[in-house]
T-cell receptor, first 112, second 114 residues
């Protein structure tokens, strides 16, 4: 099955700086890569996703890049704000499966 | 985005009793829903896949007789924790898959077994 690794596990940044989270996946058949943001005690919220036919996608301060050859994808948050503090999960979905495989999560803390 | 509603958000039950958690897709039909359990500061652990009109598919190590899943319609899946024990206390989250593979999560349910 798919195996997703996520790094770093914790990330502390100064407000206004950028945050980058990286994930690797093992199954070359994976073709859908969502990112979720989860605040304490709340549901994971889909913040951005990318499909394998695209190399980069951007939505305001959030961007995701995908390198299919290397089997890794990254989340970039620019101009971080305190409300960006949360746990972020990457995930991958193989084209021949119906289950998302999640990374272990990254706890992001934005220092004011 | 699509909306997935989960109820109740919090429930406290006595040890030995059963608790039912509902997961509804409000604005789309979901032939497949998923049930997760999440421990503090950990990732989402898939428990089972709920398939409309057929039996759920359980992940290895998950007791099907303890965690009963029913997906009676295209918008509703239920998880029943039977004969609950304190070690079943956890955050349970459902998700539903929309057309195009996008997956949305319910609000989650905090279960406390006393």
């Amino acid at each position: 099955g798919e195996n997703v690794e996520q790094h770093p596990s914790t990330l502390s940044v100064q407000e206004g700086d950028s945050a980058v989270i990286k994930c690797t996946y093992s199954d070359s058949a994976s073709n859908y890569f969502p990112w979720y943001k989860q605040e304490l005690g709340k549901r994971p919220q889909l913040i951005i996703d990318i499909r394998s036919n695209v190399g980069e996608k951007k939505d305001q301060r959030i961007a995701v890049t995908l390198n299919k050859t290397a089997k890794h994808f990254s989340l970039h948050i620019t101009e971080t704000q305190p409300e960006d503090s949360a746990v972020y999960f990457c995930a991958a979905l193989p084209s021949n499966d119906y289950k998302l495989s999640f990374g272990a999560g990254t706890t992001v803390t934005v220092r004011a | 985005g699509a909306v997935v509603s989960q109820h109740p958000s919090r429930v406290i039950c006595k040890s030995g009793t059963s608790v039912k958690i509902e997961c509804r897709s409000l604005d789309f039909q979901a032939t497949t829903m998923f049930w997760y359990r999440q421990f503090p500061k950990k990732s989402l652990m898939l428990m089972a896949t709920s398939n409309e009109g057929s039996k759920a598919t359980y992940e290895q190590g998950v007791e099907k007789d303890k965690f009963l899943i029913n997906h009676a319609s295209l918008t509703l899946s239920t998880l029943t924790v039977t004969s609950a024990h304190p070690e079943d206390s956890s955050f349970y989250i459902c998700s539903a898959r929309e057309q195009g593979n996008t997956i949305y999560f319910g609000e989650g349910s905090w279960l406390t077994v006393v």
